[in-house]
Each structure stands twice: as C-alpha cells, then as structure tokens.
C-alpha cells in the first residue's frame, strides 16, 4: 500500500443507517457538487457545491433492505429552477482525497457493482457515468477521467477503473465516483454497491466461472 495521503476506501453500505442516509454517506466521505449546462449542453451556466449534505436538495440515498443496501445516486430534483428550464443538470457523488509526492507510481483500482435503480430507474434521455478523476489543486482541467457508462444497464454487472499517479499529478486531487446528466425531472437513479477504492485489481471471473452466467449465478465484471 502507498505511505502517501491517498488511502483506500470500500463500502457495501449495509451498515448503514437508512433512515438518516444524508448523515450516513456523509460520515462515509462522499460529497456532491452540481454543474449546470443550457439545454444544448454547450453552455456552462455554474457550479454549486453541496458538500456531505444530502439532505434538502439531494442527490444520493440508501436503498433496499437493512444488510443488502445500495447508494442510490439521482438528480437534484430539488433544483426547480434550472430542472424546469430545461438546463442539464450534471450530478457528482463521489469522494476526494489528496495526492502527494509519496503516491508517485501507485495504480489505483476503483471498483463497484451497479443496477438500474428499483424506483425512477434511469431513462433516456438521462445518462449516468462511473469515475476517476485527477485534478490539479486548481481544479482548472482534467489530468485523467477514465469512465464507464452506466446508463442503459439490462441488469447488474461489475466495473473496474483505474489510474496511475505520475508525478505532474503531485499537489492534486483524486476524485471516484459516480454522475449523471438529466434535466425537466427525468428518471436519473441508477444503484451502486460494492463499492472499492484500492491498489489492489480485483481478478476477472475464470473461464469456468463465466459458463455459470447463463444459470444467473454471476455477475459479469467488464472492463474499460
């Protein structure tokens, strides 16, 4: 493991309270911050940070039953003035950790399952990505943002991201989680669990392992 500031991070969300969710990921670390767009998505209108609060305008919760829960992340649906304008509204939950000089090298794995949400699943013409990424202490640009789409989800499966720090990444900040893009109130949630940041890969199923998918026994884990 690295001796720098970045430190690993996993979740299943079991242990946590859901009927206080907005205190609960925020003990966790997680964070949200909203960008705004016109309707073309060309224009950027402002950002405006929400911090560990998720309570009031929200954009994430707890879902499913005590020891099988997953974050639940959506829109900002208490946003009526930019959701009824028809602006897009680009939700961020995710968790920010520093990066250092000693972290120079270290590969980082940032993994999770995901499924469409039981309510307000996610529609077109909404989208939804899963994240990393690495900003200078600025936040002026994007060192690195590799994604994956979780938008048009048939059912659960497994991702892994990745990152390496490099040196021009020293005084930063790295960021994971999960966005998405919706506007006029439309469907956006889609569930997240499993959730690992670390430097450790997890292992593709095995040949064998992967036959049991068509007994619905596994989740396929895919890979950007």
Do not use: C, H
């Not at 690495?134 to 059912?155: I, K, Y």
């Not at 940041?197 to 998918?213: D, H, R, V, W, Y």
């Amino acid at each position: 493991m690295s001796n720098g500031a970045i430190v690993g991070f996993a979740s299943n969300f079991d242990s946590l309270d859901a009927s206080d969710s907005a205190a609960s990921l925020g003990g966790e670390g997680w964070q949200w911050f909203a960008n705004v767009f016109d309707p073309t998505g060309a224009n950027y209108l402002g950002g405006y940070f929400g911090g560990t609060n998720f309570g009031g305008a929200s954009a994430a919760g707890l879902s499913g039953t005590p020891g099988d829960q997953q974050m639940v992340v959506y829109s900002d649906y208490g946003n009526d003035g930019d959701q009824g304008a028809g602006n897009i509204i680009e939700m961020n939950v995710y968790q920010q950790q520093a990066i250092t000089i000693d972290d120079v090298g270290s590969t980082w794995y940032f993994s999770f399952d995901a499924a469409p949400a039981a309510t307000n699943a996610l529609l077109p013409p909404s989208t939804a990505i899963a994240f990393i990424k690495v900003f200078p202490n600025d936040f002026s640009t994007l060192l690195a943002f590799p994604t994956a789409d979780t938008s048009t989800l048939a059912g659960p499966f497994s991702e892994e991201l990745e990152v390496t720090i490099d040196a021009g990444m020293v005084g930063g900040f790295v960021q994971f989680g999960f966005s998405n893009q919706a506007t006029n109130y439309n469907n956006s949630a889609v569930d997240y669990d499993n959730v690992s940041f670390s430097q450790t890969s997890i292992p593709e199923p095995s040949t064998a392992i992967l036959g049991l998918i068509g007994l619905g026994f596994l989740t396929v884990r895919r890979r950007s």
